[in-house]
T-cell receptor
């Protein structure tokens, strides 16, 4: 079955540590995205990538970094520079064409103490 | 700031009821529209795309009014399993960075 796999599901880290969240898709989608969701708020875009080896900052990119070395993979690193990293992180993908909806992975819940 | 706003909720309705959600968007040039449902502590899942002519999928009907810049979702014969948060999503111009999510409206269907 095609889909988007995020790992791990839960992640706990100490403040000051970098952490990398994994996102892999086998839908052959061109574009991939990282969103952050905080309680009671809408999803906010961190980074997105429309093709391999290219990515763009979203609305809240500060303190995050990404890479897109393969079409299937779009890992997100939460660095120690991110002031409030505790959140629910969602990876998504879609075809790069008109009216293509986003498909989401099952998310990673990151807690930093 | 481009915005997508939804009914604040929560909506608590009995099983079998009909419930309607509304969503308004600020950018008149918006191109694509979607409804997602999100269960507690899970990822959003696509419920339906919204087309200009309106569309229906079983008990769910979506309408788009471009002149008034709003989208609606109607759920008929509510089931307990419909309990979730419903997210309105608008894409301003079909580019990836321009998906904008509403805050969601929570629905609880009661036995």
């Amino acid at each position: 079955d095609g889909g988007i796999t995020q790992s791990p599901k839960y992640l706990f880290r100490k403040e000051g540590q970098n952490v990398t969240l994994s996102c892999e898709q086998n839908l052959n989608h061109d574009a991939m995205y990282w969103y952050r969701q905080d309680p009671g708020q809408g999803l906010r875009l961190i980074y997105y990538s429309q093709i391999v080896n290219d990515f763009q900052k979203g609305d809240i990119a500060e303190g995050y970094s990404v890479s897109r070395e393969k079409k299937e993979s779009f890992p997100l690193t939460v660095t120690s520079a991110q002031k409030n990293p505790t959140a629910f992180y969602l990876c998504a993908s879609n075809m790069d064409r008109y009216n293509s909806p986003l498909h989401f992975g099952n998310g990673t819940r990151l807690t930093v103490t | 700031r481009k915005e997508v706003e939804q009914d604040p909720g929560p909506f608590n309705v009995p099983e079998g009821a009909t419930v309607a959600f509304n969503c308004t968007y600020s950018n008149s040039a918006s191109q694509s529209f979607f409804w997602y449902r999100q269960d507690c502590r899970k990822e959003p899942k696509l419920l339906m795309s919204v087309y200009s002519s309106g569309n229906e999928d079983g008990r769910f009907t979506a309408q788009l009014n471009r002149a008034s810049q709003y989208i609606s979702l109607l759920i008929r014969d509510s089931k307990l399993s419909d309990s979730a948060t419903y997210l309105c999503v608008v894409n301003w111009d079909n580019y990836g960075q321009n998906f904008v999510f509403g805050p969601g409206t929570r629905l609880s269907v009661l036995p």
